[in-house]
């Protein structure tokens, strides 16, 4: 039979389904199968995880109030032209009126205030003092009324900045979070200097986080090796000590730290009664930033040392003997030989401390003092003091951004498949 | 190797070793390895192999005794001054090093040239025949050639004593051979010497000059291989090195270099070796390709018996039969798949026979 070339043909199984439609078929209960698995994990982190993350994204963003309480005015003013340094017209005064009013009754005005307030201070007593004053404007001209009412109406940066405001997105939150602001024209300048505070605090943040992570290193790295090296009844022996933070309460370790590093408290009186200070020159360890290392370097080293152990537990005794062997002295065979095998655990270590390090806020709360509070403080003081949600969902996202930002350059230099935590 | 030095590189002396404090590890050690030699360990587990090589390598200090290389005490010199080459049992070769970066490590510790370094360790992947292989690391090897990398890297900084602890273990039966037979003759090209560890028999058989036969920390018998087949000192040496019939019984009377065994009521006609005297009971070591089957009594053989046969095993090249003889039932005789051997069934009986000075009289 003479041979002809046959076209590539498609594989079919026995009943003459296609070979691939038939494996997709079966691979598909598996995957189904597979989903349905971690669909309640899933399910519990979208609702606890990326939607509040969500929210506090949009939040961040988000700047719907002037634009809903003033209804009236914020459209009027769209087509006011604010570079020529003209007042808006008189239908703008008018909506002005009748929007302070309603929002004065229905208890919204205020709010605007306050919102008004983030970006120039004295916008939220002008909203305070004008609702009574505007009750005895009943008929127009409005401009002049308003004027009188309260000189600021006749200001026209004030008109401008509501103007800003009534868009429904604004950038003001992330422009302070970096310590800068929207001038009156909307180009980007400096907060006044008294009034810069986050970028020194960011940066604050991240050395001390460095400084925790590197502190964490050099204590962790020989109780590691020693608990690596040892027998396993003495090293866990030892891991249970290391471990003993973990079971004690968060605030009890924080707390007996301030005892311990306080003016009156042990260390000083030690060093008093043996004469290394005088009395009346105690050294101020806590409520600073030395307050807030010490105390994060003890609450953190568990996490340097178990991925260190657990990765050093894996490094065979006999690496070190052939260096040796091979003719290197003890140290160089451990500079040249173990320290890079434990890359992985300093890697694991290093990035889980100082993103923990980083969003701390509970031990900088309560040893900080001013000097020694972290970015996280403040997030925390604008969600539950100040109530400027907005801003705090600013300086979260951007130090999630950084953390990120770090993860990245992390895997470009030493390779996330590097990191090993146990 | 210079001439002024003794033939010995290495020399145990009354070395002991115990790790707890209780119980000796090593008990009494002496023993001198020649220049050029290679020496093999061989012991079944536990027997104090690792630990006297740890012992050489400075990784582990005698309690007792001195341990000499080039006729210098080195109890306390550290293991990166001793310069030993050493072969681990996992290889030990650097994960995170290429080849040719874990060959290098021993000549940059020392501080040699750049230039001189590369040449090298060139010269030593050519040497185990891996010179496209520098730029791999040791995950991307197969275990014999990370095996083959790891004696390169024992060797490339030119050491006159090597230690392998077991290196052929982890590997597979066909690439074991190959390996030992490669081992041997980088050994002859190099002329260094070798201390070898093993509990393969046929592995030290194979590769050494002189085998030292460790069990419970003693050495029971330091020879050549032939001498420890042909002529084991004692029971343990006789059972542990090839196969071997043990007859035991009691010594009748002793004639010079000959006895004669009482086994189970038969007297048999033995070498005197290693036994008690007359009265005292006696292990007598026959291998079993030493038996002759179907002999006639007529003189030729001081020993004849008569055998049931037990069980037949066809090998392919020999068969291997077991007899009852004198009360023993694990009586096993090799007999060579040659043209006109006798066949033989299973119960059936036959007279047996060998010679007096293949029957060795040892220890009970
Ligand atoms: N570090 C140690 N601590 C305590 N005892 C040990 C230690 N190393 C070995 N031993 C004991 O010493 C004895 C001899 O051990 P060694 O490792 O020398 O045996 P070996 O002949 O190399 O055996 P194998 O063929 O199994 O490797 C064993 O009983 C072992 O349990
Ligand atoms: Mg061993």
């Known amino acids: 039979m003479a041979s002809v070339t046959a076209a590539p043909e498609v594989m079919v199984t026995a009943d003459g389904t296609p070979l691939k439609v038939s494996l997709h078929r079966a691979l598909r209960r598996n995957k189904i199968r597979a989903f349905l698995l971690v669909l309640p994990l899933l399910a519990f982190l979208g609702f606890t995880f990326l939607w509040p993350i969500g929210v506090m994204m949009f939040r961040s963003v988000e700047n719907s109030l002037v634009s809903t309480v003033m209804y009236r005015t914020?459209?009027?003013?769209?087509?006011?032209?604010?570079?020529?340094?003209?007042?808006?017209?008189?239908?703008v005064f008018e909506a002005l009126v009748q929007d302070v009013t309603e929002g004065f009754k229905n208890r919204t005005i205020g709010k605007v205030g306050t919102r008004l307030n983030y970006e120039e201070p004295g916008m939220s007593s002008i909203f305070r003092t004008s609702p009574k004053k505007f009750k005895?404007?009943?008929?127009?001209?409005?401009?002049?009324?308003?004027?009188?009412?309260?000189?600021?109406?006749?200001?026209?940066d004030k008109w401008r900045l509501i103007k800003r405001e009534g868009r429904p997105f604004t950038s003001s939150y992330y422009l302070a979070a970096i310590d800068r602001k929207l001038d009156n024209l909307g180009s980007i300048t400096s907060q006044p200097a008294e009034r810069q505070i986050y970028v020194k605090l960011f940066i604050r943040t991240l050395w001390m986080s460095a400084l925790i992570t590197g502190l964490c290193l050099l204590l962790g790295f020989p109780i590691s090796f020693l608990l690596a090296t040892l027998p396993t009844k003495t090293s866990n022996l030892l891991m249970i000590l290391v471990l003993l933070p973990f079971w004690t309460s968060l605030l009890v370790r924080t707390t007996s730290w301030i005892a311990i590093l306080q003016q009156h408290g042990v260390i000083n009186d030690i060093l008093v009664a043996i004469g290394l200070v005088s009395d009346d020159a105690r050294l101020g360890m806590i409520h600073n930033q030395i307050g807030t290392v010490v105390a994060m370097t003890h609450i953190l080293l568990p996490f340097m040392v178990l991925p260190l152990y657990s990765v050093m537990k894996t490094i065979p005794p006999s690496?070190?003997?052939?260096?040796?062997?091979?003719?290197?002295?003890?140290?160089?065979?451990?500079?040249?030989?173990?320290?890079?095998?434990?890359?992985?655990?300093?890697?694991?270590g290093g990035i889980l401390v100082f993103i923990i390090a980083i969003g701390y806020y509970i031990t900088p709360a309560l040893v900080g003092g001013t000097k020694g509070t972290l970015i996280s403080n403040f997030i925390d003081?604008?969600?539950?003091?100040?109530?400027?949600?907005?801003?705090?969902?600013?300086?979260?996202?951007?130090?999630l951004g950084l953390i990120l930002f770090l993860y990245i350059i992390y895997d470009r230099v030493v390779g996330i498949d590097n990191m090993k935590l146990g | 190797m210079s001439s002024e030095h003794s033939d010995y590189i290495?020399?145990?002396?009354?070395?002991?070793?115990?790790?707890?404090?209780?119980?000796?590890?090593?008990?009494?050690?002496?023993?001198?390895?020649?220049?050029?030699?290679?020496?093999?360990?061989?012991?079944?587990?536990?027997?104090?192999?690792?630990?006297?090589?740890?012992?050489?390598?400075g990784f582990e200090t005698a309690t007792h005794g001195e341990i000499y290389l080039d006729d210098v005490p080195i109890n306390n010199v550290p293991p990166h001054k001793r310069g030993i080459g050493m072969v681990f049992q996992n290889y030990a070769l650097f994960p995170h090093m290429t080849v040719a970066e874990n060959l290098a490590f021993?000549?940059?510790?020392?501080?040699?040239?750049?230039?001189?370094?590369?040449?090298?360790?060139?010269?030593?992947?050519?040497?185990?025949?891996?010179?496209?292989?520098?730029?791999?690391?040791?995950?991307?090897?197969?275990?014999?050639?990370?095996?083959?990398?790891?004696?390169?890297?024992?060797?490339?900084?030119e050491p006159?004593?090597?230690?392998?602890?077991?290196?052929?273990?982890?590997?597979?039966?066909?690439?074991?051979?190959?390996?030992?037979?490669?081992?041997?003759?980088?050994?002859?090209?190099?002329?260094?010497?070798?201390?070898?560890?093993?509990?393969?028999?046929?592995?030290?058989?194979?590769?050494?000059?002189?085998?030292?036969?460790?069990?419970?920390?003693?050495?029971?018998?330091?020879?050549?291989?032939?001498?420890?087949?042909?002529?084991?000192?004692?029971?343990?040496?006789?059972?542990?090195?090839?196969?071997?019939?043990?007859?035991?019984?009691?010594?009748?009377?002793?004639?010079?270099?000959?006895?004669?065994?009482?086994?189970d009521g038969a007297p048999i006609k033995a070498l005197s070796v290693n036994h008690g005297g007359v009265g005292q009971g006696t292990t007598l070591s026959l291998r079993p390709e030493r038996v002759t089957v179907g002999v006639e009594d007529d003189g030729s053989f001081p020993n004849v018996f008569s055998a049931k046969t037990e069980e037949i095993i066809y090998l392919g090249d020999h068969v291997r039969t077991r007899f009852s003889v004198c009360g023993h039932d694990d009586?096993?005789?090799?007999?060579?798949?040659?043209?006109?051997?006798?066949?033989?069934?299973?119960?059936?009986?036959?007279?047996?026979?060998?010679?007096?000075?293949?029957?060795?009289?040892?220890?009970?």
């Open chain 2, 10 to 57: 290495v020399r145990f002396e009354e070395v002991q070793k115990s790790y707890d404090g209780v119980q000796l590890v090593v008990k009494n050690l002496n023993l001198d390895v020649s220049r050029g030699e290679f020496l093999t360990m061989l012991g079944p587990s536990g027997s104090g192999k690792t630990t006297c090589l740890m012992m050489l390598a």
């Open chain 2, 331 to 364: 009586f096993i005789v090799k007999m060579p798949n040659a043209a006109g051997h006798i066949v033989l069934n299973e119960g059936e009986s036959i007279k047996v026979g060998w010679h007096a000075e293949d029957c060795r009289a040892l220890d009970a």
């Open chain 2, 106 to 157: 021993p000549l940059e510790v020392r501080n040699l040239g750049k230039s001189e370094i590369e040449a090298k360790v060139q010269r030593a992947l050519d040497m185990v025949r891996l010179s496209e292989f520098g730029n791999r690391r040791p995950a991307q090897l197969s275990g014999g050639q990370q095996q083959r990398v790891a004696v390169a890297r024992s060797l490339v900084f």
């Open chain 1, 136 to 156: 005895k404007i009943t008929e127009g001209p409005y401009k002049e009324k308003v004027i009188e009412a309260h000189k600021g109406w006749g200001d026209v």
């Open chain 1, 319 to 348: 690496y070190m003997r052939a260096a040796r062997s091979l003719g290197a002295n003890p140290a160089l065979a451990f500079w040249r030989v173990y320290m890079p095998q434990t890359v992985p655990g300093i890697g694991a």
């Open chain 2, 160 to 263: 006159d004593l090597v230690l392998m602890d077991e290196p052929l273990g982890a590997l597979d039966k066909n690439l074991r051979e190959e390996m030992q037979y490669e081992i041997k003759h980088i050994h002859e090209n190099l002329g260094v010497s070798m201390v070898y560890v093993t509990h393969d028999q046929s592995e030290a058989l194979t590769m050494s000059n002189r085998i030292a036969v460790f069990d419970d920390g003693i050495i029971q018998q330091l020879s050549t291989p032939d001498d420890l087949y042909e002529r084991p000192m004692n029971a343990f040496v006789a059972s542990f090195i090839g196969e071997n019939n043990k007859l035991n019984g009691r010594v009748v009377e002793s004639n010079g270099e000959l006895c004669t065994v009482e086994v």
């Open chain 1, 381 to 399: 003081y604008h969600m539950r003091v100040s109530l400027n949600w907005g801003l705090a969902a600013a300086l979260g996202i951007i130090l």
């Open chain 1, 74 to 91: 914020v459209p009027l003013l769209a087509q006011w032209d604010e570079t020529t340094g003209d007042l808006p017209d008189e239908a």
